[in-house]
């Protein structure tokens, strides 16, 4: 089996810690990258980061990022950002499929586009590749040994079914928070039914912006849900949900966009395959006019005011809570799981066997939570969930385990906790 990031649902109020007046303080930003300057269409490749602790200095590997795995994120730490009309970027995903953080010295200024958009739809056995931090499409049909399945991530589809993230209602439960703390994208849209060989729409990716002063946007960041197949006459297949956009800064203005809508769905005999949209999150010291004339945002995003010379929040903080996955089949899964359906070797190979059980660690969590274990299988079969129960507990962490059903072939595992 192989073992994607683990996610937890919950909701943190803090959203900072205050400083002195003055701008505010951007932590790790220490210009290690350099300057982020373009003016053409370019791809920034996530796989190129240097494994490093996401403050580190990266002087030495100046504009590849590093990958935290502690943090499942690659962290880009500029002196200043600017993304000039007509141009475009995008990403080439990391192996761990980590979302962005851009952490900036300096001012953050995009007339171009940021794009983190999960790829349409694709055929079979392919699966369509999700924006950075986003969960990827269900596979379509493609032959007897290898059969439609749902799409990937928390909130993912089942087969003919679009992935949710924040919408609610949705075609599955909302996940995350309104924080967007831990930095998590959206999920994958399932593939057709039947012997159609369409598969789903991926799931936006997610990134996150915290600039020293400014942020100005007069083009367009967007984490979009890859689309689905419409107008055509076969069995809908899903759609991916939008991801996550998360700007942090003294100052947000412009005249541009920010997007974390869902893909378009195809319809079927009056079925649409209706994917959620994803989650915007706005935080900043200095007023910010939603009104007419300025940066359009799509859904509404959540927002904070700061205190002057506030610490903006990166992570979630000491005593945040915490899931993971431990073992797999009594098999021992590691803290930087890949995601990668053989292209690295399976986190957990299991013996031929019709049944398992997941081991589940939690801290600061509540007893009385409920803990899920989702297994997608790459194909042939829906997703199928398992609610864990508690075996052993300590005073700094629970125990969970729960049974599940093994498909044969690579499967992605995760869990999340709802607290009561």
């Known amino acids: 089996m192989v073992t994607s990031k683990n996610y937890i649902t919950v909701l943190l109020a803090a959203a900072l810690f205050t400083r002195a007046v003055g701008d505010i303080v951007v932590p790790g930003a220490n210009g290690t990258d350099g300057v982020l300057n373009i003016s053409t269409n370019t791809v920034i490749d996530l796989s190129r980061a240097v494994?490093?602790?996401?403050?580190?200095?990266?002087?030495?590997?100046?504009?590849?990022?590093v990958y935290d795995a502690s943090k499942w994120a690659v962290v880009?730490?500029?002196?200043?950002?600017?993304?000039?009309?007509?141009?475009?970027?995008?990403?080439?995903?990391?192996?761990?499929?980590?979302?962005?953080?851009?952490?900036?010295?300096?001012?953050?200024?995009?007339?171009?586009n940021v794009n983190l958009d999960g790829q349409n739809w694709v055929y079979a056995p392919l699966h369509a590749e999700p924006g950075p931090g986003g969960g990827r499409g269900?596979?379509?049909?493609?032959g007897s040994g290898l059969k439609s399945g749902s799409g990937f991530g928390i909130g993912g589809g089942s087969m003919a079914q679009g992935g949710n993230y924040g919408a609610i209602p949705g075609p599955r439960p909302a996940y995350g928070n309104p924080s967007i703390l831990q930095l998590i994208g959206g999920a994958g849209g399932g593939g057709a039914t039947g012997d159609y060989d369409r598969g789903g729409g991926a799931g936006g990716g997610a990134i996150l912006v915290a600039a020293r002063d400014t942020i100005e946007i007069n083009g367009k960041i967007s984490a979009n849900g890859g689309s689905a197949v419409s107008g055509y006459d076969w069995p809908s297949h899903g759609a991916g949900s939008g991801g996550a956009?998360?700007?942090?800064?003294?100052?947000?203005?412009?005249?541009?966009?920010?997007?974390?809508?869902?893909?378009?769905?195809?319809?079927?005999?009056?079925?649409?395959?209706?994917?959620?949209?994803?989650?915007?999150?706005?935080?900043?010291?200095?007023?910010?006019?939603?009104?007419?004339?300025?940066?359009?945002?799509?859904?509404?995003p959540s927002v904070v005011t700061l205190a002057q010379g506030s610490e903006a929040l990166i992570w979630p903080p000491t005593g945040a809570p915490e899931v993971r996955i431990t073992s797999i089949g009594g098999g021992a899964v590691s803290l930087d799981p890949r995601a990668g359906f053989g292209a690295f070797g399976p986190d957990v190979a299991l013996p031929i066997t019709n049944r398992t059980f997941v081991t589940v660690e939690t801290k600061n969590v509540e007893p009385q939570s409920q803990v899920i274990v989702r297994v997608t299988?790459?194909?042939?079969?829906?997703?199928l969930e398992a609610n864990a129960a508690i075996v052993?507990?300590?005073?700094?962490?629970i125990q969970w385990q729960a049974g599940v059903d093994v498909n044969v072939g690579y499967s992605a595992v995760q869990v999340r906790v709802v607290r009561p």
């Open 377 to 383: 299988p790459r194909a042939n079969a829906n997703f």
């Open 138 to 142: 269900g596979q379509g049909y493609f």
């Open 392 to 397: 052993s507990s300590t005073n700094s962490a």
């Open 76 to 112: 880009f730490k500029y002196s200043s950002v600017t993304i000039r009309s007509n141009a475009t970027v995008t990403f080439r995903n990391h192996a761990s499929r980590a979302p962005v953080v851009w952490l900036v010295s300096g001012d953050v200024r995009i007339d171009g």
């Open 245 to 300: 956009i998360r700007l942090i800064s003294n100052s947000i203005q412009g005249r541009g966009a920010v997007n974390a809508l869902a893909g378009g769905a195809n319809t079927y005999n009056g079925q649409v395959a209706v994917a959620g949209f994803g989650r915007l999150r706005l935080e900043r010291v200095q007023t910010l006019d939603l009104g007419n004339g300025t940066i359009s945002f799509g859904p509404d």
């Open 51 to 65: 494994t490093a602790a996401w403050d580190s200095d990266n002087s030495a590997n100046a504009g590849k990022g």
